[in-house]
């Protein structure tokens, strides 16, 4: 009989279909082929998602320090007092002028390392963590489609590595706020802007850092679908950079250090001369976007392919 196995355990007869467990005979289908009732798109909500992540001790951790390095820094202004050095002023010394100035003082010695390391933690200990606790393909069993799984951690990712990158300097607004009071901010350059305007450069450069920071996403992500190991991939985005500071810091390659994805890191500080140079943020935020879609597509071309044994 069509669709049932023969009794002896012998196997069936050529063209014979033996429905599975699941596959009984009379259950509807959809059109596609998958099971009436079955929607992809209540498979891994990005509530469920989100707060599966934000749970975790390294999240927690993370956004402490974060929110605790700006009283730090005003602990160290405290103790130290005021610097004074001939030429021209830097940013720290003007970032005891008052919150705005502390803020951009505390994005300046942060964006270079710890905004890297936390923005590398929240993207790329999202796949290789569920890699590492052999609960991946258990999640693909739910089941998940690859590319919504990756989607969602994704999203999750960049949501993290983004409230991390902001609540740093609105931490330090208030920690500014509450030590050095509220004035104009003061320029390396010279001279003063107001705060409302300074208030539109601060998003500004806020806006722009998200953007540069994107490229080390991104990275950390591709590691994440390449290895198991969480710190292996938080580790290596983080070393690449390192390794991006350090060629960049070779004058003899002159021109090719435009194309290094942290020569542009910097460039929101263009944001704070007495009138606002363009030309560096728009060649930054470029290569850190073209970056980035490079590496986002390698990371969803390899989850694809890739065979999933944990």
Request: glycine share 10%; hydrophobic share 55%; proline share 6%.
């Amino acid at each position: 009989m069509t669709g049932t196995a023969p009794l002896n355990g012998s196997a069936p007869p050529s063209g014979t279909v033996v429905p599975g467990p699941s596959e009984t005979p009379g259950t509807p289908h959809a059109a596609d082929g998958s099971s009436t009732g079955y929607a992809v798109g209540r498979t891994l909500p990005l509530r469920v998602e989100a707060i599966r992540q934000f749970r975790r001790r390294r999240t927690l951790l993370a956004f402490a320090i974060l929110l605790i390095l700006p009283w730090v820094l005003v602990a160290a202004f405290e103790i130290g007092g005021d610097s004074s050095r001939q030429g021209a002023p830097a940013l720290v010394d003007v970032a005891t002028s008052g919150a705005l100035n502390f803020a951009l003082f505390a994005l300046f010695v942060s964006a270079g390392f710890l905004l890297v390391v936390a923005v590398a933690l929240f993207c790329g200990d999202t796949v290789a963590s569920e890699a590492s606790w052999s609960s991946l393909r258990y999640l693909l069993a739910a089941p998940v489609p690859r590319a919504r799984l990756l989607r969602q951690k994704l999203i999750v990712g960049l949501a993290y590595a983004t409230v991390a990158v902001v609540s740093l300097p609105l931490m330090s607004l208030v920690a500014g706020t509450v030590a050095f009071g509220w004035h104009d901010v003061r320029l390396p350059t010279g001279g003063t802007v107001p705060v409302g305007t300074a208030l539109g450069r601060m998003g500004i450069v806020i806006a722009y850092a998200l953007v540069s920071e994107l490229v080390v996403a991104a990275l950390a992500f591709l590691l994440s679908v390449l290895t198991d190991s969480p710190l292996g991939a938080v580790g290596g985005a983080v070393g690449l950079v390192i390794v991006s500071n350090i060629l960049d810091a070779v004058t003899a390659l002159g021109g090719w250090r435009d194309f290094l994805p942290t020569h542009w890191m910097y460039a929101w500080t263009d944001a704070l001369q007495p009138q606002i140079q363009w030309t560096g943020m728009i060649k930054g935020a470029t290569i850190s976007v073209a970056y980035a879609l490079v590496l986002l597509a390698l990371a969803f071309r390899r989850f694809r392919n890739r065979d999933i044994v944990s």
